[in-house]
């Protein structure tokens, strides 16, 4: 699979184009989740322990897991990393959107894995809020998608408002 | 016995190897194809592969003897070297070259 | 037809720029071709055999002649000075460079037009009726809910990396004219809303779509599609992409329970947010009214005149005009198969010539169909003569629509690198074989239809004779089909035995051919009737052994 900007390491980037920390750290299955930190789990994991956990953790899904597994669990998860193996496959945009939009999650939605400037539009119209984006200049990637994309044809899980709505409440102003 | 063949990146058109030179060492008369010993040629391809701001695709083609393609993609390398087999466009390789077929 | 308004061309615009900042990106090595192809794929650039080839969208198949006379400007400016009208509906040039994509791109802008989505696994371009707006048999005009569907489509951000591409269709006649039933998702307009079908389609595992769900509401159309990507999106197959179009996904569910995963999400999206309201709808379909039709009573004696004077004028009427609903007019169709030619291509020349004929007597109107012809919906039929007359004289004034000669052929080993077998030069050698007018009257309605691959561009499952060509040790071999038909009785094909070689498939078509006239009822049973009544194997051995 291709990496365009590989070549930089990824960096952690907010919808708002600012450049965060990544405090989180994925724990492998057989890890044992520590005292403190801030922990992410995998999606197999977090089915299995979160029942029994207090506190809240981070979620790893991968493209095939089905994001409503976890509907039980949501307020003990803070963080969901949407894993993308390979930026063509876009099950994780579903996941993003019906994460955000049908099931009412409101913490950080992250894009992790082949996150390339390319896709990065398309991303954050799925409602993803942070993006560890695989480029050099992360910041004048989302300053750029800003400035190019002022108008979108669909509504979706970003603040867009569809054209037809722009049309519209013009035509009755 | 090989051939080298390719994509050029800015207009597409099929080229051929023919010396290490870019850009005349790379000619869009399949005819004009150096012959390239096999272990040469992997070298070549090898070397090539990575400029890719000049070419796009490379590929060896084997051949049977001096002049003909291994059977197998015979009628692919022959429309690529020859243009398309209906003729219809003036530019085609073979017309250009003042020939009925490269090869 | 539709006109942009600031934000269909903010939009174009937009993605202009992002394209032509993406092509310098790759010219000057910043990108690697691994990471431009598919970049450029959503352009629709391809890297065919001998150059690039640029696949411009047309919107339903719907062109005005300022559109038409920029192909031909394309054509003559950036190309080899000719087009390739497809299967789809699209328009293609075959001889592209690379770096003159952005200035194409930013001239076809000009004219409200795109190559965005023309490639690559997201939502394609929707096709419909050709004859939409201006046949008798329509029931509601297909093209404001296709011109809908392709804003909802347009850089939708949840579809742009599917499994596999996804291709709409819609009729709104009686008459299925655009296939609907071979297509991932295919919409019927009817009185009481949209029937709609999915999970058919051509290519390696060709399947004829089942019904999923009666009389949706053109008002819901939208969230509803969405529904059915969105499950498709999650659950269609990424293992293969041999086995990752819609329909893998819907014969592995089953219809039902596909319908039933669609409507369960269909009634978890928050439908409100996605639909047009009325307002959108009636804007669009106000772009769509029949035009102001000439009020000139038709000269019946001049008309029979004229074809008593030119048999091959009465020989162009009957084959390709199709009743009008305004009873002075009638819709033409200007083929693009000339004997021996290249099924599809047309010229710079030949375009302005079109372009030039709907501006003075078509209302400015042209329509691409499936079929890979040229129509003008709207004629006033005093004016047939005139336009036959131009026609002609450019070279386009065949008269063998829906006939043998009419072939659907896709561009096969010529250009497509994809592809295993030449589809043209065949096509070729078929026509001239059948070039006799009066010989291809008498057989009538019969549709061939040539693939160069498994892919499936020319539609061979569907043809009523289909070819389709394979790679054999590398030389070409052609397996014939039979009894294929893409109508409202949608059927897929046969394979009726092992492949003949390119010389021998003619020569096996004109023995069918004959069997056909011998064993038909009467002339009115056509090819395609003959062979439901007695079956296939009453032909095969026609195609397999000579006579």
């Given amino acids: 699979m291709s990496q365009p900007n590989s070549a930089s390491a990824p960096q952690l980037i907010t919808a708002e184009g600012q450049v965060i920390a990544n405090d989180w750290q994925l724990l492998a299955d057989e890890d044992a989740i520590g005292a403190d930190g801030a922990y992410v789990l995998t999606f197999k994991r977090a089915l299995a322990d979160l029942p029994t956990l207090n506190g809240r953790y981070g979620v790893r899904i991968e493209p095939g897991d089905d994001v409503r597994e976890l509907i039980p669990y949501l307020d003990k998860i803070a963080l969901v990393e949407v894993s993308f193996p390979g930026y063509r496959d876009g099950r994780g945009y579903s996941t993003a959107r019906i994460l955000k939009q049908n099931l009412g999650f409101t913490g950080p939605i992250r894009a992790v894995g082949d996150v390339l400037r390319d896709q990065a539009h398309y991303m954050l119209r799925c409602g993803f809020t942070e993006l560890l984006l695989k480029d050099a200049d992360p910041e004048g990637v989302i300053a750029w998608i800003k400035s190019l994309y002022q108008y979108s044809y669909q509504s979706a899980a970003d603040a867009h408002k569809p054209v037809w709505a722009l049309r519209h409440a013009k035509t009755e102003a | 016995m090989k051939l080298l063949t390719a994509n050029r990146l800015t207009d597409g058109l099929v080229i051929w190897y023919a010396s290490d030179n870019w850009p005349e060492g790379w000619v869009e008369d399949a005819a004009l194809a150096k012959r390239l010993e096999d272990a040469e040629a992997d070298a070549i391809l090898e070397a090539w592969k990575p400029r890719e701001t000049e070419i796009v695709g490379a590929y060896l083609i084997p051949l049977v003897d001096e002049n003909t393609p291994v059977q197998r993609e015979y009628v692919r390398e022959h429309v690529r070297a020859n243009g398309p087999s209906i003729g219809q466009t003036a530019l085609d390789t073979a017309k250009a070259h003042n020939r009925p077929e490269v090869f | ?547």
């Avoid at chain 3, 690039?52 to 003559?76: C, D, E, N």
């Fill in chain 3, 1 to 547: 037809m539709y006109v942009y308004d600031h934000y269909d061309h903010a939009i174009v615009k937009q993605r202009n720029a992002e394209f032509s900042d993406q092509v310098r990106r790759r010219l000057s090595g910043e990108i690697t071709e691994d990471q431009f192809k598919p970049l450029r794929l959503m352009n629709g650039v391809y890297l065919q055999l001998h150059a690039y080839m640029l696949r411009v969208a047309v919107p339903y198949g719907v062109l005005s002649s300022r559109q038409v006379r920029k192909f031909a400007h394309i054509a003559r400016t950036y190309d080899r000075g000719f087009g390739h009208f497809t299967t789809r509906q699209n328009i293609q040039f075959n001889w592209i460079k690379l770096a003159e994509v952005p200035a194409i791109l930013d001239e076809l802008a000009e004219v409200e037009m795109h190559a965005i989505q023309t490639s690559g696994n997201c939502i394609r371009n929707t096709t419909t009726d050709q004859f939409a707006g201006a046949a008798k048999d329509e029931i509601d005009d297909p093209r404001p809910w296709a011109e809908l569907i392709r804003q909802w489509s347009t850089f939708h951000p949840e579809y742009a990396f599917l499994p596999r591409k996804f291709k709409i269709a819609i009729t709104g006649a009686t008459e299925d004219r655009a296939a609907v039933r071979v297509h991932d998702i295919g919409l019927q307009l009817t009185e009481r809303g949209f029937d709609v079908y999915a999970g058919g389609g051509l290519g390696r595992t060709p399947a004829v779509a089942p019904l999923i769900k009666s009389g949706l509401p053109g008002e819901k159309l939208l969230s509803y599609l969405e529904a059915c990507l969105r499950v498709y999106n999650r659950y269609g197959r990424r293992d293969n992409s041999y086995k990752a179009r819609i329909k893998i996904l819907v014969a592995a569910l089953g219809a039902e329970e596909y319908a039933r995963q669609v409507e369960a999400e269909w009634n978890a999206l928050d439908q409100d947010a996605i639909d047009a309201p009325y307002a959108e709808i009636a804007r669009i379909k106000s772009f769509f009214p029949a035009p102001a039709y000439k009020a000139e009573a038709f000269d019946q004696a001049a008309f029979d005149r004229a074809k008593a004077a030119d048999s091959r004028f009465a020989r162009w009427v009957r084959n390709n005009t199709l009743a009008h609903r305004n009873d002075d007019h009638i819709s033409l169709t200007i083929s693009l198969k000339p004997i021996g030619g290249v099924p599809g291509d047309a010229s710079d020349a030949q375009m302005d010539v079109m372009a030039d004929l709907a501006d003075d007597y078509a209302y400015g109107e042209l329509r691409v169909s499936h079929e890979q012809n040229i129509i003008l919906p709207h004629v006033h039929r005093n004016d047939l003569y005139t336009i036959y007359q131009k026609l002609d004289a450019a070279g386009l004034g065949e008269a063998n629509v829906a006939q043998i000669t009419d072939m659907i052929a896709c561009p096969g080993l010529d250009y497509c690198s994809l592809a295993n077998a030449r589809s043209i030069p065949l096509a070729q050698d078929i026509s001239r074989r059948f070039e006799d007018a009066q010989l291809s009257d008498t057989i009538g309605e019969l549709k061939i239809k040539i693939s160069g691959c498994i892919n499936a561009c020319g539609h061979h499952h569907v043809g009523h004779i289909g070819i389709l060509g394979v790679d054999k040790q590398g030389v070409e071999f052609y397996q014939i089909l039979l009894g294929g038909r893409a109508d409202e009785k949608a059927a897929l094909g046969a394979i009726t035995g092992k492949g003949l070689s390119a010389e021998d498939v003619p020569a096996a078509i004109e023995r069918v051919v004959k069997l056909y006239l011998e064993l038909r009822t009467d002339p009115s049973e056509r090819f395609i009737d003959t062979l439901g009544r007695l079956g296939r194997d009453t032909f095969k051995e026609a195609l397999h052994e000579p006579a």
